[in-house]
């Protein structure tokens, strides 16, 4: 996936996502005597998904760029694979241990 694309899911994403933050976190910053509280609602929530889109869209393009570092070098992508097959290892070691409990 290139960073082009990365960057239109991320935008894509945050868009579509339900913002919950939104009504419990912004309310707080309306004041009725600066005017309509509905179009201070909307342009508080225009500003956090504006800046929710930004950090996502940068967070997007550094995981990328560092992603595409860390798949360059063999000796990273020996230690990822020796890494991720004791984390699995543990994990099934674990389940086997601790078992089903009986009711």
């Not at 913002?19 to 004041?31: E, K, N, R, S």
């Not at 020796?82 to 009711?103: F, R």
């Amino acid at each position: 996936m290139c960073e082009a694309h990365r960057a239109r899911e991320s935008r894509r994403t945050e868009l579509t996502e339900t913002q919950g933050d939104y009504y419990a976190f912004l309310p707080q910053f309306v004041d009725p005597e600066r005017g309509t509280v509905i179009g201070q609602i909307l342009l508080l929530g225009v500003l956090f998904a504006l800046m929710a889109i930004c950090t996502d869209g940068l967070y997007a393009l550094l995981g990328s760029a560092v992603g595409q570092w860390l798949n360059k070098s063999r000796l990273i992508q020996r230690w990822q694979r020796a890494i991720t097959g004791c984390i699995y290892i543990l994990l099934g070691v674990t389940t086997a241990v601790s078992g089903a409990e009986k009711k």
